[in-house]
């Protein structure tokens, strides 16, 4: 079993829907989840950074951390052509340590 | 979030040869950088940690005389990869530690060919 499990999709919606994405995990040394949005042939980018158990929001992205569960989401909220991308989950036990990635989602808005 | 360029982002070369990409931390002194590479529909694996002024630390299963790191200055890490074979054909990407030391910014990926 992974340490992370993210469905690799691919996952497609119409323009305006909300999309969730979702990444179950079994270390419950994870105390630090990121999000990051990767465009075809390049880098990822991170969206979203949180600590422990709760929800953070930027704008049209909302994420959320339930400990309890193990498992962490990505809301994003009137989905755009170009929110398609590939998003990976990270997390990591925090003091430096490395990240550990899920496998990512690839989404795609249509119009 | 941090800054960070890679030279080349996309280079070809025969097989034998020697390539290097650099790693800048444009806007941060990163003391600590990550190496990863990524091959098409899988996600990012993890290489080595660059660590300023000191060896890196590499991940099992990495060969550290076929993939060479320096990491000279706060601003500047590279990768060699000596001898490269078509099967090193990948996106290396780097990335830098955050202010947290927790999250990393990632560069835009350099796209090795191997002919």
């Known amino acids: 079993q992974k340490e992370v499990e993210q469905d690799p999709g691919p996952l497609s919606v119409p323009e305006g829907a909300i999309v969730s994405l979702n990444c179950t995990y079994s270390?419950?040394?994870?105390?630090?989840f990121m999000w990051y949005r990767q465009y075809s042939r390049k880098g990822p980018e991170l969206l979203m950074y949180t600590y422990s158990s709760g929800n953070k929001e930027d704008g049209r992205f909302t994420a959320q951390v339930d400990k309890s569960s193990k498992y962490i989401s990505l809301f994003i909220r009137d989905s755009q052509p170009s929110d398609s991308a590939t998003y990976l989950c990270a997390m990591s036990a925090g003091g430096g340590n490395k990240l550990t990635f899920g496998t990512g989602t690839q989404l795609k808005v249509e119009l | 979030g941090a800054v960070v360029s890679q030279h080349p982002s996309w280079v070809i070369c025969k097989s034998g040869t020697s390539v290097k990409i650099e790693c800048r931390s444009l806007?941060?002194?990163?003391?600590?950088m990550f190496w990863y590479r990524q091959f098409p529909k899988q996600s990012l694996m993890l290489m080595a940690t660059?660590?300023?002024?000191?060896?890196?630390?590499?991940e099992q299963g990495v060969e550290k005389d076929k993939f060479l790191i320096n990491h000279a200055s706060l601003t500047l890490s590279t990768l060699t990869v000596t001898s490269a074979h078509p099967e090193d054909s990948s996106f290396y990407i780097c990335?830098?530690?955050?202010?947290?030391?927790?999250?990393?910014?990632f560069g835009p990926g350099t796209r090795l060919t191997v002919t």
């Open positions: 990335s830098e530690a955050g202010t947290s030391k927790n999250e990393q910014y």
């Open positions: 660059s660590n300023e002024g000191s060896k890196a630390t590499y």
């Open positions: 806007d941060f002194q990163a003391t600590t």
């Open positions: 270390n419950s040394a994870f105390q630090y």
